[in-house]
């Protein structure tokens, strides 16, 4: 099956600076890459999400990149604030899996004031 | 629109008893799924549906049961709860488009379940 890793697993940032989470997959197949980010106590909620036929998306200070021949997709945070601050998540799926997605571990990002 | 909703909020339970997690949607959204998160682990499936009557094991199936009587309904049950049954279970749910593609999923608030 799918395995998706997620690195680093936390990361601390000064208000005003850039944030990046790398995340890798194994399944060549997998077509969709979203982005969820959960804040505490909070559900997880879609804030980016990115499909095989495209190499880049961008929405304002968020951007996600896909680099399918490295299997590997990057969460871009420029000029974060101090209310990025949450867990983020990465995910993987594909076309016939059922809507299934394989979640990384997550990344914890700090942003201090 | 309420989104997903899920019943109870918060729950404890003793070892070997049973109880049944209530997710509901009114987005009529043909696919839900349940996950489990624990810490540092991220969101682990443990059983989904992709339409009324059907269910399906995930990544982390044992110890429990779901089923999916009503499209906006999917239920999760744990037959004799574990400690190792301590967790957030989250519920999600998502539509189908044109050509199997699919979109983002829309998770419930999260049920916090503890086993002693």
């Known amino acids: 099956g799918e395995n998706v890793e997620q690195h680093p697993s936390t990361l601390s940032v000064q208000e005003g600076d850039s944030a990046v989470i790398k995340c890798t997959y194994s399944?060549?197949?997998?077509?969709?890459f979203p982005w969820y980010k959960q804040e505490l106590g909070k559900r997880p909620q879609l804030i980016i999400d990115?499909?095989?036929?495209?190499g880049e998306k961008k929405d304002q200070r968020i951007a996600v990149t896909l680099n399918k021949t490295a299997k590997h997709f990057s969460l871009h945070i420029t000029e974060t604030q101090p209310e990025d601050s949450a867990v983020y998540f990465c995910?993987?799926?594909?076309?016939?899996?059922?809507?299934?997605?394989?979640f990384g571990d997550g990344t914890t990002l700090t942003v201090k004031p | 629109n309420a989104g997903v909703t899920q019943t109870p909020k918060f729950r404890v339970l003793k070892t070997g008893q049973s109880m049944t997690l209530l997710c509901a949607q009114d987005?009529?959204?043909?696919?839900m799924y349940w996950y489990r998160q624990d810490p540092g682990m991220g969101l682990r499936l443990i059983h989904y549906?992709?339409?009324?009557?059907?269910?399906a094991k995930g990544e982390v199936p044992d110890g429990y049961n779901v089923s999916r009587l009503k499209k906006q309904n999917f239920l999760l049950g744990l037959e004799s709860a574990a400690p190792s049954q301590t967790s957030v279970y989250f519920c999600?749910?998502?539509?189908?488009?044109?050509?199997?593609?699919?979109?983002?999923?829309?998770f419930g608030p999260g049920t916090r379940l503890t086993v002693l």
């Open positions: 399944d060549s197949a997998s077509n969709y």
């Open positions: 987005m009529n959204h043909e696919y």
């Open positions: 990115i499909r095989s036929n495209v």
């Open positions: 999600a749910s998502t539509k189908t488009m044109a050509g199997g593609l699919y979109n983002e999923q829309f």
């Open positions: 549906s992709v339409g009324e009557g059907t269910t």
């Open positions: 995910a993987a799926s594909r076309r016939a899996n059922a809507g299934k997605s394989t």
